[in-house]
């Protein structure tokens, strides 16, 4: 079973950008379609992004031209660059592969002035 530690996550004001990790044990990375979900305060995990073993990306409506989602499968690890972040993307991030296993902890990002 795969094991994911999110990371980089952090309160920022809106407009500004973060960097969000995810290192993955376990499994063979390389193998596996990847993706970034959110769970804002009170309401059901969501998908936010992913990327195929092939290099092949989508992305929820709300992200687009926003977000940047990249692996390193050298590295065993997932990112996603956060940029002109919004109130609205206050949620706790995580990562697994498509279908998802078992969760991680995942990465507090609060959006704030």
């Known amino acids: 079973q795969v094991q994911y530690v999110e990371s980089g996550g952090g309160l920022v004001q809106p407009g500004e950008s973060l960097r969000l990790s995810c290192a993955a044990s376990?499994?063979?990375?390389?193998?596996?379609?990847m993706a970034w979900y959110r769970q804002a305060p009170g309401k059901l995990r969501v998908f936010v992004a992913s990327i195929t073993r092939n290099g092949y990306i989508g992305y929820t409506d709300s992200v687009k031209g926003r977000f940047t989602i990249s692996r390193d499968n050298a590295k065993n690890t997932l990112y996603l660059q956060m940029n002109s972040l919004k109130p609205e993307d206050t949620a706790v991030y995580y990562c697994?592969?498509?279908?998802?296993?078992?969760w991680g902890q995942g990465t507090q990002v609060t959006v704030s002035s």
């Open positions: 697994n592969k498509q279908p998802p296993d078992a």
């Open positions: 376990g499994g063979i990375f390389s193998m596996y379609t």
